[in-house]
């Protein structure tokens, strides 16, 4: 089945900078790689996704990247703000089937 | 558009006692799901519904867990008897064109 792997488990960036959040997956059938947000105590939410026909997707401030032949593919926040501190989960599936999440990447924005 | 509704918000029991937990997916979602998530891990699915009937329950502890989608709609996710390491976030999902919309969250403390 598939495992997806998460890196780095924590990460914390000053206000204003980069963040660069990594998956790697085991499945080649694999071709929708959803990421979603979780703030303490709440409910992950969606906040961008990409499928293996695409190469990157850019959402404002968010962008996702999918490397189909190293099976990785990684989340990147530019100009970050206290507001994106929360804890990022990657997920992984093929058509039809289900989603596999990581273990999520806490995100600490320090003013 | 109302989003996945989950009841209760919190539950504390014993050991070897019984719990049950509600969901009431989005308007028109026939697929529900209901995730596992321990704390520092992602969510792992537990059982996924297409209408009223199972899709994949291939993760669900049978000896201890049950769920049902009796009408197509609500569902209610059943553990009896509760173990020490069912302690967990208890997150139902639905979704109508692969998205996955998550509830709340019920958080479950077994004593």
């Known amino acids: 089945g598939e495992n997806v792997e998460q890196h780095p488990s924590t990460l914390s960036v000053q206000e204003g900078d980069s963040a660069v959040i990594k998956c790697t997956y085991s499945?080649?059938?694999?071709?929708?790689f959803p990421w979603y947000k979780q703030e303490l105590g709440k409910r992950p939410q969606l906040i961008i996704d990409?499928?293996?026909?695409?190469g990157e997707k850019k959402d404002q401030r968010i962008a996702v990247t999918l490397n189909k032949t190293a099976k990785h593919f990684s989340l990147h926040i530019t100009e970050t703000q206290p507001e994106d501190s929360a804890v990022y989960f990657c997920a992984a599936s093929a058509q039809g089937q289900n989603f596999v999440f990581g273990p999520g990447t806490r995100l600490s924005v320090l003013p | 558009e109302a989003g996945v509704a989950q009841s209760p918000r919190y539950k504390i029991i014993e050991k070897r006692q019984s719990v049950a937990f509600w969901c009431n997916p989005i308007?028109?979602?026939?697929?529900l799901y209901w995730y596992q998530q321990i704390l520092g891990q992602g969510p792992k699915l537990l059982i996924q519904?297409?209408?009223?009937?199972?899709?994949?329950d291939s993760q669900l502890p049978k000896d201890r867990f049950s769920a049902e989608r009796l009408k197509g709609v609500d569902s209610t996710l059943k553990i009896q008897p509760a173990k020490l390491e069912d302690s967990a976030v208890y997150l139902c999902?639905?979704?109508?064109?692969?998205?996955?919309?998550f509830g709340p969250g019920t958080r479950l403390l077994v004593l």
């Open positions: 519904f297409q209408n009223n009937g199972v899709v994949d």
């Open positions: 999902a639905s979704s109508l064109s692969g998205i996955r919309d």
């Open positions: 990409i499928r293996s026909n695409v």
């Open positions: 499945d080649s059938a694999s071709n929708y």
């Open positions: 308007s028109g979602h026939a697929t």
